[in-house]
């Protein structure tokens, strides 16, 4: 029997609430027009339009490579990939404007907060990628860790983003082989190609460990991860995410030869635990305040193209207008 979450505005506060997790725990889905408390929008609004945006500001760094990707054949697929990502992108704001409309926000509203720096961006897309290299690491592990985190929530409670989800774990399959195929021929490669690779892989390293975020809200002060599992928009905590990352990656690292940027890392069989050094937490902080790198240079490259094709959008409103 399905649970319903509209029409009840004879039950209490306690009442709707007390439903509304038997919804959850039952594994039903929470859609746009159910009621649910204010905790849960609010929690959903700032992952999905972080997620959105993220996908749309992780294009710029490989954006940069279209350009001057060795041969045409690695040219059309990384113009392929930027395409995909900023269509998830579009995709995963339009998810967020329905969860938006009881707060009297829209789309702009999200663009205006990334502008002013109110909406964060994955810290991974605030970094520099000097080389050929840096492609293919974003590609293969940054979009690996990617799947590993969406993948983690296939399954969420809210049921449009669950959908959403199903689409882009899909493609960012494709994305990380991708990314997979530049590495192999890398790795492959010349002394120089292999130096190149390694060299790429010691500069992502401490953003790849960042990017499930801290193992505790003690080192920011967030709770995000707590509110995000006990609402089952997903399962495993940051620590899980990111020893699933180095389970199925450090193998897959070390058999290309090459070697780890942290010589102490190892695996400790009694806990079952990947041991490692923790990357600079303070500098993570900076890098997400807009501090990092490349941040106010693809900022301002975000701001000029929104302001610049404000005319399509007010082109596109008339014309919903008048149909």
């Not at 709707?16 to 929470?30: H, L, P, S």
Request: aromatic content about 10%; some cysteine; charged content about 25%.
């Amino acid at each position: 029997m399905t649970i319903s979450l509209t029409n009840f505005d004879h039950l209490t506060e306690e009442e709707r609430y007390a439903r509304f997790m038997d919804k959850i725990n039952a594994g039903e889905k929470i859609e746009a027009d159910d009621w649910m408390p204010e905790d849960y929008r609010i929690a959903l609004v700032k992952l999905i339009s972080m997620h959105g945006i993220s996908e749309i500001m992780g294009a710029l760094p490989e954006k940069e490579w279209v350009p001057k990707a060795p041969s045409i054949r690695r040219k059309l697929g990384i113009m392929a990939k930027v395409q995909d990502e900023m269509g998830h992108g579009q995709l995963l704001l339009r998810v967020v404007e329905d969860l938006l409309k009881p707060l009297g926000k829209n789309r702009e509203n999200i663009m205006d907060d990334l502008f002013s720096g109110d909406l964060k961006f994955h810290n991974v897309f605030h970094m520099e990628a000097p080389t050929w290299a840096d492609a293919g690491i974003i590609a293969w592990l940054v979009d690996g860790a990617a799947i590993i985190t969406q993948t983690n929530m296939l399954n969420a409670s809210y049921g449009p983003y669950a959908r959403a989800l199903q689409r882009i774990c899909a493609e960012e399959v494709f994305h990380a082989q991708h990314g997979e195929s530049i590495i192999l021929a890398l790795a492959e490669g010349t002394e120089e190609q292999k130096q190149l690779l390694q060299d790429a892989l010691n500069r992502w390293w401490p953003s790849l460990l960042m990017f499930f975020g801290p193992k505790s809200a003690a080192t920011t002060g967030s709770s995000k991860q707590d509110i995000t599992i006990k609402y089952k928009i997903r399962t495993k905590t940051n620590e899980q995410l990111r020893q699933d990352f180095f389970t199925k990656y450090v193998p897959r690292i070390l058999a290309l030869g090459l070697k780890l940027p942290d010589e102490t890392m190892y695996y400790d069989e009694a806990n079952e635990e990947w041991i490692y050094q923790q990357p600079d937490w303070n500098e993570f902080k900076k890098i997400i305040k807009n501090e990092g790198p490349k941040s106010q240079e693809r900022l301002q490259l975000r701001k000029a193209a929104y302001e610049n094709n404000a005319w399509v959008r007010e082109a596109l409103s008339k014309k919903v207008v008048a149909s």
